[in-house]
């Protein structure tokens, strides 16, 4: 949800802003902006509806030699994606300019109260607000000191921020704050930066400053970062952290789009987390910060989430369920933050979250501390809210991912959910130390069954065709296997904008066959499983009524292979691992759907990656 970043110090500004705004572009694409500031304060903008690149081309015309700058990739949320709209926005003086992620709730208050001492808005956007209340506070109370008057102005505000702003009147300086919403500093001997992840950092330095909730910090050329608490206290020790990764994870290594190089990254991903997780009594998980006693205890699990990491929380259900014995509860986060809750003393909460700052999830989490619940977060990113606000932590380790569809996360969020649900059941004694082996031996088999289906991915362009003339699809399975299907429709719809619905494939019968016609396309997920003979009876019935049937089957399913009219075929796995093995046939389906349509895979409309307004 738009991403901002920010430099001063010895080299032109430019480069790093629009290289930034490319790595950023992920979390919001429909305007961008950038604002440079000479050494004398003067202030120069350019900005645009449209993606990084058109922003890119208008500023070739500029003779940009600034050596200070903030700029912004917008998703919107208040006013449409327009020239007026997108940020960086400024004051009514046009001396102080502001780039804001986040929402602004009370905005329309403080435009009211502002529009009558006289300021002019030229924006429909919440931010805008920002950029005023400053240049009030500097005219006022703060009596040009730019951090007061950041100060001043953040504590006017409702909602959630991350603001990185110039002032004419203190040239070099960037003032930025955050409360909610995520921003990272770096300090370095050629300047200091700012970004709203540590991806447009990787570049320039290994270590980072976290800027904390509430608190506001001076960004110097000299590349001093001084961090304040929100009254402007300083903070002797901020919060700091090295990044694990090489900036060439983020970039595309030759891959023709993010999805490619991330579907294909699957088994190092998953290497990666199983990597020195077996010990002598059963899974480590060292990083929990749980005591044994407190995690023997646990007699309730919620698991709170959204989209793709919601998914992966209905197949955690099973594995906490059947191994640790734990009641386990999943909800989509941003209902759960309006329902009741029935915790227990020992309720424990799992949330689930790539990025790590999804706003719904980190309210949940909000929520379940406040009623007593010990959180643990599965997370990506590194530093992320969720990992610095979780009572533990599990780190996914999938290295960035860039493209907006979820792919390698997804993955290996399964595995580390079935760590956990292994740990658990150890901790509390429900299986045996031998089981735990076992499964996690099976568990070591997924990267090289994810190959194999990686090697078949002529299966999903072939099968694709079955989509050409199609206006929509439906994903059928049972057991863990519906929730496949799930994920496979999600993929579909958002790179390909061609509608698709799973459904429990024995709930069909009671609604949706009415969708199936002759040549209408219908995924079955029908691998080796418990249910398998039930669900090749649905398979049966979309067949009788003219369905284009594509079929995920176990190598040597002859039955399945005589029913379908494409197979996509995944070689033999435990029940429990398929859905780790077989979304990647749906992953390779969705994106060969999306390029025959000619969408951009990396970069599906109105989406974006990090959610951050609820
Ligand atoms: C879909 C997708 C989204 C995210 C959702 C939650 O491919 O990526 O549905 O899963 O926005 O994001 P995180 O996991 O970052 O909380």
Not at 427 to 443: D, Q
Not at 496 to 519: C, D, F, N, R, T
Request: net charge negative; proline share 5%.
């Amino acid at each position: 949800m738009c991403g901002i970043v920010g430099y001063t110090g010895k080299n032109p500004a430019l480069p790093f802003l629009l290289e930034g705004l490319r790595t950023l572009e992920y979390r919001g694409y429909d305007s961008a902006g950038v604002e440079l500031e000479a050494p004398s304060g003067s202030l120069t903008e350019v900005k645009c509806k449209g993606r990084v690149a058109a922003l890119a081309a208008l500023c070739e015309k500029l003779d940009a030699t600034q050596t200070t700058g903030i700029a912004h990739t917008r998703w919107a949320t208040h006013g449409e994606p327009s020239d007026a709209n997108a940020h960086p926005h400024r004051d009514c003086s046009g001396r102080v300019a502001v780039v804001h992620n986040g929402i602004i709730e009370n905005f329309q208050e403080l435009v009211a109260e502002l529009e009558e001492r006289g300021h002019h808005f030229a924006s429909e956007t919440d931010s805008e607000v920002i950029a005023h209340l400053i240049e009030e506070a500097l005219a006022g109370p703060a009596e040009g000191d730019f951090a007061l008057a950041v100060s001043l102005a953040t504590s006017r505000l409702e909602g959630s921020w991350a603001i990185a702003c110039l002032s004419a009147a203190s040239p070099g300086e960037i003032l930025c704050c955050r409360k909610g919403s995520p921003l990272v500093l770096a300090s370095t001997p050629d300047g200091a930066y700012a970004a709203s992840d540590v991806t447009a950092l990787a570049h320039t330095t290994s270590h980072v400053v976290n800027l904390g909730e509430g608190q506001i910090a001076r960004l110097l050329p000299t590349g001093e970062v001084s961090v304040f608490e929100g009254d402007l206290t300083p903070v002797a020790e901020p919060d700091t952290f090295d990044i694990d990764w090489d900036a060439s994870a983020a970039t595309l290594g030759g891959y023709p789009d993010f999805m490619a190089k991330e579907i294909a990254e699957q088994p190092e991903a998953i290497e990666r987390l199983l990597e020195g997780r077996l010990g002598q009594d059963g899974i480590v998980l060292d990083e929990l910060r749980l005591s044994p006693e407190e995690v023997a205890a646990i007699d309730r699990i919620y698991v709170v989430a959204c989209g793709t990491s919601w998914h992966v929380g209905l197949i955690a259900k099973t594995y906490f369920e059947t191994w640790a014995r734990i009641p386990t509860t999943v909800e989509c986060a941003s209902e759960f933050n309006y329902e009741e809750i029935l915790t227990t003393d020992h309720t424990l909460c799992v949330i689930i979250t790539q990025s790590g700052e999804t706003a719904d999830t980190l309210a949940s989490a909000r929520k379940m501390q406040a009623a007593g619940a010990k959180v643990i977060a599965i997370t990506n990113v590194l530093g992320s809210s969720a990992a610095r606000e979780s009572d533990g932590v599990l780190y996914v380790q999938a290295g960035p991912e860039i493209a907006v569809a979820s792919t390698k996360a997804y993955t290996a969020q399964l595995v580390a959910a079935a760590l956990l649900a292994l740990f658990l059941a150890r901790a509390n004694g429900a299986i045996s130390l031998s089981e735990v082996r076992s499964r996690f031996r099976e568990m070591q088999r997924a990267p090289e069954l994810i190959r194999i289906v990686l090697s078949r991915a002529w299966q999903d362009e072939v099968a694709a065709q079955a989509f050409a003339s199609a206006h929509s699809a439906l994903f059928l399975g049972r057991g863990v296997s519906s929730t496949t299907a799930r994920e496979g429709a999600l993929k579909l719809k958002e790179i390909s904008y061609l509608h698709a619905e799973a459904y429990p494939a024995g709930e069909m019968k009671h609604g949706p066959i009415a969708l199936v016609e002759p040549g209408y396309p219908v995924v079955v997920v029908v691998p080796e499983s418990h249910v398998r003979d039930k669900t090749i009876s649905n398979l049966q019935e979309v067949n009788a009524r003219g369905a284009t049937t594509i079929a995920l089957a176990t190598n040597g399913d002859v039955r399945v292979a005589q029913l379908a009219s494409h197979l996509l075929l995944v070689p033999p796995a435990p029940e429990w691992l398929s859905p780790v093995v077989d979304v990647v046939h749906l992953q390779l389906l969705a994106r060969y759907v999306a390029l025959a349509r000619g969408c951009d895979v990396d970069k599906p409309r109105n989406l974006a990656k990090s959610v951050t307004v609820e």
